[in-house]
């Protein structure tokens, strides 16, 4: 009885043994296998021709080929081994004049790169200064350099020594410079024209229109952007363009938007 209780063990053991060897056998084809079809994978993901296999849609300012060094995108670069995302935060934290970057792979050996360039709004310049820097400024108050046609944008002069850097938003007086340009440039207020608003004054800000009068202009929270300011900048503008139309000083050379409900000309140069 001992005998045959025994051999029975023995034989549950011989049978547990040999289905864990076939487990485990099973367990390394499968791992073999998996490495082997992924290196097969790998190897299809190599660029080997950049023309056929990377597409690139740019801007003006920054080159496609740009785009491709800064994502290490190359012959013999393997586009699975690249984290994209991690790659496209990167690309967009060096290059400030691009607004936004959208990447799609094609497996298993191609990439779609479409790269959307900020738009300038305005030129940024330094107070008493007159050289020409390439700063610019786009209606999300982000700094980039742009060098080409901004000619006729309106200029923002501001009081530090070498302005904001690229990179980098402008802040507060700065940037109620930029909401009242982008304010300007509605049809409604379009004939104003702004060529240059100057932000080295305390209370205020100071305008050149197109006709070369200046406008000393404030409103409510012009610190702030809120709905509240914004609508206070409308309003005010609003009154400015009245006082303008009604010729009540038509050889104005200074206007005072400054005060709450009323805007005054003034013919003699003094701010």
Not at 2 to 17: D, Q, S
Not at 227 to 246: E, N
């Amino acid at each position: 009885m001992k005998a045959t209780t025994i051999e029975r063990h023995n034989r549950t053991g011989l049978i547990v043994t040999a289905v864990l060897v076939v487990l485990v056998a099973l367990g390394i084809g499968v791992v073999l296998g998996y490495e082997k079809l992924k290196g097969i994978y790998l190897e299809q993901c190599v660029i080997t021709d950049m023309a056929s296999q990377v597409e690139i849609s740019a801007g003006r300012m920054v080159l496609p080929s740009t785009i491709a060094e800064e994502l290490g995108l190359r012959v013999g670069t393997n586009l699975a081994l690249i984290d994209f995302a991690a790659k496209r935060e990167e690309l967009l934290s060096r290059i400030p004049n691009l607004r936004a970057v959208r990447i799609s792979r094609r497996l298993p050996d191609k990439v779609v790169i479409v790269a959307e360039e900020r738009v300038p709004v305005a030129r940024l310049g330094i107070k008493g200064k007159d050289r020409v820097t390439g700063r610019v400024v786009d209606t999300e108050g982000m700094v980039f350099i742009w060098q080409r046609g901004t000619q006729t944008l309106p200029t923002i002069r501001e009081t530090q020594t070498s302005g904001t850097p690229k990179g980098r938003h402008i802040t507060r007086r700065t940037l109620a410079a930029l909401r009242l340009i982008e304010a300007c440039r509605e049809p409604e207020f379009a004939e104003f024209g702004i060529l240059e608003v100057d932000v080295s004054k305390p209370d205020f800000l100071l305008a050149t229109l197109g006709n070369y009068s200046t406008v000393k202009i404030a409103w409510e929270g012009m610190d702030e952007q809120t709905p509240a300011s914004r609508a206070d900048l409308v309003r005010k503008l609003g009154l400015l363009r009245k006082a303008i139309r009604s010729r009540v000083a038509p050889d104005a050379v200074i206007w005072n938007a400054t005060m709450p409900d009323t805007v005054t000309g003034d013919t003699r140069k003094k701010l």
